[in-house]
């Protein structure tokens, strides 16, 4: 936790949110639980602190889906398939004026299409596969340091090749995830106002048989 909040101050990234990310978690075809939190940490008792400013992600496949507030996640009834959200309203913007800077929030679950339906997203490269594809506007994202968590918690750090691809070293069974970050300077506008650097987080999570 230490070294993610250096790595943040360095980074220039407010601490909370470079700690924080955005990710859905689905068993088979049961409801999408949404979380905002540290993924490769335990879930404090009561959620995580900053869990109630997770307040309306935008779901994909469910946009009219009623979100239910349960303790540490948004929980939504979806179709089937692949759940993705974002969500570009969690940490008001922070920095000084004309240097202000802001987050946005992309999540998926699941692996079972392998196309892309978010601005910034791990597609898997057939469906069902441990090989993603890192895409930012459909082409891929080369270069790039992906964390991989595994189901006990454990931790990678991977990188995308020249296809920004990366291979998932699933080793047993259970929920894996992944997340990745993209730091696009230049002006953008967010529903709090215009910012001059927008940080995009993007995650996937899937569950191996």
């Keep these: ?23 859905i978690e689905r068993d088979g075809t049961g409801p999408a639980r949404i979380y905002l939190g540290e993924p490769a940490e335990a879930m404090p008792e009561g959620g995580d602190p900053e869990f109630a400013k997770l307040k309306a992600p935008k779901l994909l496949s469910a946009p009219a889906a009623r979100l ?27 920095g000084a004026a004309g240097k202000k800077e802001a987050v946005v929030y ?6 079972s299409e392998a196309k892309a339906a978010l601005p910034f997203e791990f597609v ?20 790039t340091e992906v964390t991989f968590i595994a189901p006990d918690k454990a931790t990678q750090k991977l990188t995308t090749d020249a296809d920004g691809e990366v ?3 699933v080793a047993a069974k259970g929920r894996y995830l992944m997340t990745a970050a993209l730091k696009d300077e230049g002006a953008h506008t967010t529903p709090a106002g215009p910012v001059a650097v927008l940080h995009r987080i993007t995650t996937i999570s899937f569950v191996a048989p």
Excluded: C, I, N
């Design 124 to 143: 898997p490269t057939t469906a069902g596969s441990d090989r993603f594809r890192l895409v930012r506007d459909g082409k891929p994202v080369a270069a």
């Design 167 to 169: 291979a998932a070293p």
């Design 1 to 23: 936790m230490k070294k993610m909040l250096f790595a943040a101050l360095l980074a220039g990234l407010s601490t909370t949110a470079q700690a924080h990310e955005v990710w």
């Design 68 to 94: 239910e507030r349960k303790v540490g996640f948004l929980q939504a009834k979806v179709p089937a398939g692949d759940v993705r959200a974002w969500d570009d309203s969690v940490f008001a913007p922070w």
């Design 106 to 111: 992309y999540a998926r679950a699941g692996r």
